[in-house]
């Protein structure tokens, strides 16, 4: 079976302030680009809809690759801080509430249904995907 690879970022202008994410989905000899924007966000808010929307649009289970260059996001899954803050109540290790609840319980479901591997990349370095996921965030802000 053949594996998804989806490349999502986030971009916000200011922080908080108008802000955008993209997505490239690569199948096979297939390439699928999302983007879309929010007015009053923040550069993390941007980094989860784009793992959220890159999700959503999986037409087909089969495995997934996810890339972000998001640290936040990727550790908070491949460490399991997600778990932590959960039988935490939602809070952090110093008892602060997690932010962004609200989309990480999205993320949670995504994931139980998709089982996508999460896998960190450097931003706005060589990896043309993630640079076009870049450049689709960043455009989206201006639309």
């Given at each position: 079976m053949k594996t998804l690879e989806i490349y999502t970022d986030g971009a916000c202008s200011g922080n908080p302030g108008p802000g955008g994410w993209g997505v490239v989905m690569i199948y096979s000899d297939k390439t699928k680009e999302l983007?879309?924007?929010e007015q009053d966000t923040t550069n993390n808010r941007m980094?989860?809809?784009?793992?959220i929307e890159g999700l959503r649009?999986?037409?087909t289970r089969c495995p997934i690759n996810l890339y972000s260059d998001s640290?936040?996001?990727v550790n908070a899954i491949n460490k399991d801080w997600i778990s932590n803050w959960q039988?935490?109540?939602?809070r952090t290790a110093d008892k602060k509430e997690v932010k962004n609840k609200d989309l990480w319980e999205q993320i949670i479901e995504?994931?139980?249904?998709?089982?996508?591997?999460?896998?960190?990349?450097?931003?706005?370095?060589?990896?043309?995907?993630n640079n076009?996921?870049?450049e689709l965030a960043v455009g989206a802000i201006k639309k």
């Open positions: 983007f879309g924007n980094e989860m809809r784009a793992v649009a999986v037409k640290s936040y996001i039988n935490n109540g939602w995504l994931n139980v249904k998709l089982n996508p591997t999460y896998i960190w990349v450097k931003g706005h370095s060589t990896n043309t995907h076009r996921a870049d």
